[in-house]
């Protein structure tokens, strides 16, 4: 059982930043891949990034360049670093574990956070 909670949402402006954080309980964090998915409303909840066990990285194409997930196994943590950030990213941000990067990039997970809102202002 994985245990995750998210913090560091808030509101921003258009081309500004914000570090997301997600915190894991249990001992074996190490094993599982990481991702952050976002659902903004009225949309499905998809992924944004994703870090393997050897933190081999994935981004989906309107993030690229933007966004930066990155993985401390020591301190069981996933961070999600947002620049440049757009209107269009405004959504609840999600943490998320899976024993497969595979299955997050198909937008599956086996365990979630309880999400974190951005909002983003033009």
């Known amino acids: 059982q994985v245990q995750l909670v998210e913090s560091g949402g808030g509101l921003v402006q258009a081309g500004g930043s914000l570090r997301l954080s997600c915190a894991a309980s249990g001992r074996t964090f190490s094993s599982y891949a990481m991702a952050w998915f976002r659902q903004a409303p009225g949309k499905e909840r998809v992924v944004v990034a994703a870090?393997?066990?050897?933190?081999?990285?994935y981004y989906t194409d309107s993030v690229k360049g933007r966004f930066t997930i990155s993985r401390d196994n020591a301190k069981n943590t996933v961070s999600l670093q947002m620049n440049s950030l757009k209107p269009e990213d405004t959504a609840v941000y999600y943490c998320?574990?899976?024993?497969?990067?595979?299955?997050?990039?198909?937008?599956?997970?086996?365990?979630w956070g309880q999400g974190t809102q951005v909002s983003v202002s033009s």
């Open positions: 870090i393997n066990r050897s933190s081999g990285t």
């Open positions: 998320a574990a899976a024993t497969l990067i595979s299955r997050l990039v198909k937008n599956q997970s086996d365990y």
